[in-house]
């Protein structure tokens, strides 16, 4: 097969786009939201594969992370709906780019970011027509890179912001949230943030098969949300990931293939993947849109804290998009004159110590991260050794005052246990790494005790049950009597907990 037909097979339709039956929007919970008159201001092309390149940032810093890229070339224009997106633009020399699936800058290989029209949003989202929206993400529909509607994950975000003043007593802090992303909808993680964004965008650039590299929860979303969208997905995981979160992705009908190696070879091949086939990897040639998504975690939060933002915010991190994407969110919200204080909040990284690349660069001083090889951690969802937004996540740490921290293993099943038996949230073990740094955070004395601070809970306990097989013993088993509850109650302390 030529490498043309290769390239028409792929990427779907070229002109004009066709329908696709699953996307009709007839959902009664949809959000539909009236469009803003007069803005064409974007245009899709159709592209094709290009290359594949070493990405490295900052300049003259070797990583090895390989990004797949599209050949202008064969672009074709298409003019679609309207937006606030202006274009993309490289985060390292700012130079522009039309909105097309590519996620490097072809001068010097840096991530492009999607760049927004702010003077226009003034007055246009008001506090007002935000709060009469559903809540869930596509609220703030405007400053995510969507042109027009939402066709995938209409029902994502809009997630519970809880005072967690019992945990705050636990680590001797007085004014403490957690962001519960644990039960966000469909999968239960933060991640079909980004997978409703990057597969909406998916569907407007025709794709209809997409895929991803994951260390589990992304495995989890993207096929769920692809499965409801009439998407056929391709998912790539290391062999070693926990079996809930490999059932949580086979169930949805999703070709997953498990792969001998660590995510950041499975990331490597996948960007071979995508060159070879042309499919949308939502982390790769997908991932500037991919990765907007995560700022509605931040749009919600200064939302429910009744627009204002924290002074601290502690964040897992595994690629580092999450710490950054929340940082950016805030930062629109006051350009669009949403929030009447500039947000000076202080950034905080959490990560395991068995695959500590932003930590171990923060606490050393490092401008970019040193990868980790060979990650040894429970915490498989954040065991990415060489994060493609490390280098960024660790900048913005340093930038905002605040820092990164690691934990153990042990330090991260007592963070779950604790997060668990306080707040009654049962998180997995990301939750527990984030909990686990708080607290080790708030002891070194680098988060004041009266401060302010949000916790991100990025993911649900139920799919890493496993780690606490050891902690946790078999409830007691009695038979129907009384008498027996009775002599249980005299032996026992904890009749629940072994
Ligand atoms: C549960 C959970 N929390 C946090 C993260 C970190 O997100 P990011 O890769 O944007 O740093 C991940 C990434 O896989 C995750 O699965
Ligand atoms: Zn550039």
Redesign the pocket.
Known sequence: MSFLSRVAEGLGPSKPQQPVEAFTRNDAGATSYPGLPGEIRSVVLTVCPFFISKLKYPPLEKTTNFIAGYCPAYMEERQVSSSFVKGMK?R??G?LYPVTPVNF?Q??F?PLEIDYDYEGLKGVLTKEKLEARTFNMWRYQELLPIDGEPTVGLHVGGTPLIRADRLAKEIGVKNLWIKNDAVNFPTLSFKDRVVAVALSKAHEFGLKTVGCASTGNLANSVAANAAAAGMQSYIFIPSDLERAKVMGTSVYGANVIKVRGTYDEVNRLCTQVAFKYGWGFVNINLRPFYAEGSKSMGFEIAEQLGWRTPQHVVSPMAGGALVGKVSKAFQELYKIDLLKQEPSTKFYGAQATGCNPISGAVKNGWESHRPVRKPNTICKSLAIGDPADGYFAAKLIRESGGWAEDVTDDEIREGMLLLAKTEGVFAETAGGVTVATARKLVEQGRIPKNEEIVLLITGNGLKTQDSLATQLGEPVTIGTSLDEFVATMENTQEPVLA
Do not use: E, T
């Open positions: 490289c390292l020399c130079k800058c001068d010097d840096g």
